[in-house]
């Protein structure tokens, strides 16, 4: 497994699920009505790149892709607002989805990649507060916009799993914190 193995993968993947969302929107410009098409592309994506990663059995994967999607369902639901343009409004929507799935596939990459470091525990997918599955979001949008200018993928994504793995360590001693203040007596 490489880490330029699992982009490329996400890339292709994302690029597939726009296309589907496309189709969709071109047949039923409907609000929403590729969300079928955007729910199975990300758990298809989900369950691929843990397979790349070598991860047979991920607890809690599809509780996560679906805080993933209503987390980051909002900037999907900012483009329906143009659908009624023609061809403006499907090309919105169909950029919003390869957005969502690129974002997807990066958040899942750095969860990969530091299950593998050891980093993270194995349940971590079912402990995510919404908070931390926004701030990999974040930083998922931060390594695009790297990738966009840089193209050193790998770099990109190294520098992501940097930053949430110091996210997460801090989180931790914070955590350990206040538990031995908890459990010391009131002077």
Known sequence: ??????????????????????????????????????????KVMADNLASIYGFTSVPGLTGFMFKLLGIG????????????????????STFAAFCIHMAVGVVL?????????GSIPENYMETASSRDIAYLLRIAMDTLEEIVRSKEQVAAINVAVERFEKAVAQKSQASQVEAIDQTQPAA
Do not use: W
């Not at 900037?75 to 403006?88: R, T, W």
């Open 1 to 42: 497994m490489s880490t330029q193995e699992a982009i490329d993968y996400a890339l292709s993947l994302a690029t597939a699920g726009a296309g589907a969302s496309c189709v969709v929107k071109f047949a039923n410009p409907l609000p929403m009505s590729d969300i079928h098409a955007q729910v199975l592309t990300m």
């Open 73 to 92: 369902g909002g900037i999907k639901l900012v483009s329906e607002i143009a659908m009624p343009i023609p061809f403006i409004g499907l090309g919105a």
């Open 109 to 117: 990459i750095i969860i990969f990649e530091l299950r593998q470091k």
